[in-house]
């Protein structure tokens, strides 16, 4: 079944505490993004990766950490310095020469 | 950087009723335009795109959205909702990047 997986669907972060959310595609795309998702504000983009062991910024890196050791893996690190972690985030791939991204089931992250 | 805005948060329509909902952007250039769609717990799903060609384009579900490149906006519009198409919609612009609107709501009562 292709595809691109997230998980935990739902996840609860302590003070203080590093969370790894998780994000793999089956689809053989290069690019690979990440994005939170806030009631009214739309989707910001955290991260992306267009090749492995490449990464670029987005709007919103500030707290967040990633890595591209594969192709078919991006996995998104919340860090303590995020202080306001709570919300949707939302994995993307998309074949760059069809300029089309396609979205996982999001991961729902809250402060305990 | 360019910017996406969607002017109605919350729409609310009975079945039946013709929808069209905005999206306009501040970037001039040439740029890939999006429809996305968000079931309630479901995947966002693409809607419908503009490349080039046909300014009109036509997605799933009846849903069309018509690209006015001298107003720099790409609305959807259906002519006529039906109560499953209650969900969340994206507008989507990309140059360099993708950009997303705020989302519009739209709730259909049966």
């Known amino acids: 079944d292709g595809g691109i997986t997230q998980s935990p669907k739902y996840l609860f972060r302590k003070e203080g505490q590093n969370v790894t959310l998780s994000c793999e595609q089956n689809?053989?795309?290069?690019?690979m993004y990440w994005y939170r998702q806030d009631p009214g504000q739309g989707l910001r983009l955290i991260y992306y990766?267009?090749?492995?062991?490449?990464?670029q910024k987005g709007d919103i890196a500030e707290g967040y950490s990633v890595s591209r050791e594969k192709k078919e893996s991006f996995p998104l690190t919340v860090t303590s310095a995020q202080k306001n972690p709570t919300a949707f985030y939302l994995c993307?791939?998309?074949?760059?020469?069809?300029?089309?991204?396609?979205f996982g089931a999001g991961t729902r992250l809250s402060v305990l | 950087a360019q910017s996406v805005s969607q002017h109605n948060h919350h729409v609310i329509l009975s079945e039946a009723a013709s929808l069209e909902l905005g999206c306009n952007y501040s970037?001039?250039?040439?740029?890939?335009l999006f429809w996305y769609v968000q079931y309630p717990g479901q995947h966002l799903q693409l809607l419908l795109k503009y490349f080039s060609g046909d300014p009109l384009v036509k997605g799933i579900k009846g849903f069309e959205a018509e690209f006015i490149k001298s107003k720099f906006s790409f609305n959807l519009r259906k002519p006529s909702v039906q109560w499953s198409d209650t969900a969340e919609y994206f507008c989507a612009v990309k140059d360099n990047d993708m950009r997303f609107g705020a989302g519009t709501r739209l709730t259909v009562k049966p």
């Open positions: 990766s267009q090749i492995v062991n490449d990464f």
């Open positions: 970037y001039g250039g040439t740029v890939n």
């Open positions: 689809l053989n795309h290069d690019a």
């Open positions: 993307a791939s998309a074949d760059l020469a069809k300029n089309i991204q396609y």
